[in-house]
């Protein structure tokens, strides 16, 4: 193979996508047997194979039990807008991950003691093995999963306070920005990373999605004079959300 050129499975991916991009394949359209595809490419069963695979990954394809393999409709990529300045008063937990004013959500979520793992530890700046409270949370539009969300806080900080528990008490279902106000720390700043992975299966099967389907991850972490408070990682389908940044000039 010459330099710079691609390998056979990738040139009929690449083609096959192209197709279903424009339209020759559309949605709910089944995709050429791994027959057809030898016959029509000129190649072996290995690569018509491959390719196939490839588009699969990618979430384009997904096949059928007893049918073959049929082209997804994807759907358009919602709005995930975050925002510098976030608005305070009684904002859920809902409203902390999406700042849009115009989206409505519920949640269902669950908290227990852990011992915080080397990597939560990091992100909060507490020993290994200290105690945290881990929340998770599925967000909900329409009765629908959009949204998963696991946070942590340091039970240094919370414990044996009225937030300790962050759906339960008199604030419960609030921001962390309000729940920390009440226990008389002031957060002052967030910090959040977005990154992207194939989606774990259990995080795919609470969103229904496919396992090893793309994700984005947002890593928020909330101070208080520099001191993390709070951190979470944020899940959202990478096919379903595109994540938008509404920054403040000051």
Known sequence: MAFGEQPAYLRVAGDLRQKIFDGVLPPHSRLPSQA?????????????LEARKIL???GLVEGRSGSGTYVRELPEPARLLRAGRRTLGRAGPFRQEQADEQVKGAWESCSEQQ????AVASRLRIEPGARVMCTRYVFRTDGDPVMLSTS???LALTGRTPVMLPEEGPLAGQGVV???AAIDVVVDNVLEEVGARPGRADEMTALGGVAGHGVLVIARTFYAGGLPVETADVVVPADRFRVTYHLPIR
């Open 115 to 118: 011992e915080a793992g080397p």
């Open 56 to 58: 699969m990954a990618e």
């Open 152 to 154: 942590w806080e340091p």
């Open 178 to 180: 309000e729940r920390m």
């Open 36 to 48: 057809k595809i030898r016959a029509h490419y000129g190649v072996s069963d290995t690569v018509a």
